[in-house]
T-cell receptor
Framework: QKEVEQNSGPLSVPEGAIASLNCTYS??????FFWYRQYSGKSPELIMS????GDKEDGRFTAQLNKASQYVSLLIRDSQPSDSATYLC????????????FGTGTRLLVSP | NAGVTQTPKFRILKIGQSMTLQCTQD?????MYWYRQDPGMGLKLIYY???????DKGEVPNGYNVSRSTTEDFPLRLELAAPSQTSVYFC?????????????FGSGTRLTVV
């Protein structure tokens, strides 16, 4: 089982719709969870972090965490074509040095 | 602030050649990292450093070396380039381990070994 799993996509949504991106992780004691956005040919950019069960909202983005199910998701409301990118889920592993482990990313396509 | 600066942006190497990927940050971050990203494979940690003079291996260190003589600089050395090292390399930094602010990434170096 991979440490962090994401569906590679592409996930296609029309402009204005809600995009839902999902991520599961294997380490039950993971404490920190992040979503990064990566445009083609660019470096990852942090868009959300979440540490506690429940929802965290920031503008059009909502991160949801369920530690019991080892599941974290990212909702993008009112999706725009500029949201088209690959979204990377990253999770800390509780192995002394709390390194980030990245999923392979989900490609999101928002059509006008 | 420039953030994390990587040079060069692109490089083509022949098998067996050596090179150094440069990384410097001006945010006074303690922690620095080198990742490689292959298509469909996500980001893999090569080496990391928790401060000047301290480095440690990540998941895929073979074929690479690093040094950290100052807080600002964290160069990655490839001694004998192999086609398997064709990848995009990202340097990143953070204040201390994993923080609410995550990692700040450089713009990347696209390396091709032929």
């Amino acid at each position: 089982q991979k440490e962090v799993e994401q569906n590679s996509g592409p996930l296609s949504v029309p402009e204005g719709a809600i995009a839902s991106l999902n991520c599961t992780y294997s380490d039950r004691v993971s404490q920190s969870f992040f979503w990064y956005r990566q445009y083609s040919g660019k470096s990852p950019e942090l868009i959300m972090s979440i540490y506690s069960n429940g929802d965290k909202e920031d503008g059009r983005f909502t991160a949801q965490l369920n530690k019991a199910s080892q599941y974290v998701s990212l909702l993008i409301r009112d999706s725009q074509p500029s949201d088209s990118a690959t979204y990377l889920c990253a999770v800390t592993l509780n192995t002394g040095f709390q390194k980030l482990v990245f999923g392979t990313g989900t490609r999101l396509l928002v059509s006008p | 602030n420039a953030g994390v600066t990587q040079t060069p942006k692109f490089r083509i190497l022949k098998i067996g050649q050596s090179m150094t990927l440069q990384c410097t940050q001006d945010m006074n971050h303690n922690y620095m990292y080198w990742y490689r990203q292959d298509p469909g494979m996500g980001l893999k940690l090569i080496y990391y450093s928790v401060g000047a003079g301290i480095t440690d291996k990540g998941e895929v260190p073979n074929g690479y070396n690093v040094s950290r003589s100052t807080t600002e600089d964290f160069p990655l050395r490839l001694e004998l380039a192999a086609p398997s090292q064709t990848s995009v390399y990202f340097c990143a930094s953070s204040v201390q381990g994993v923080t609410p602010y995550g990692y700040t990434f450089g713009s990347g170096t696209r390396l091709t070994v032929v």
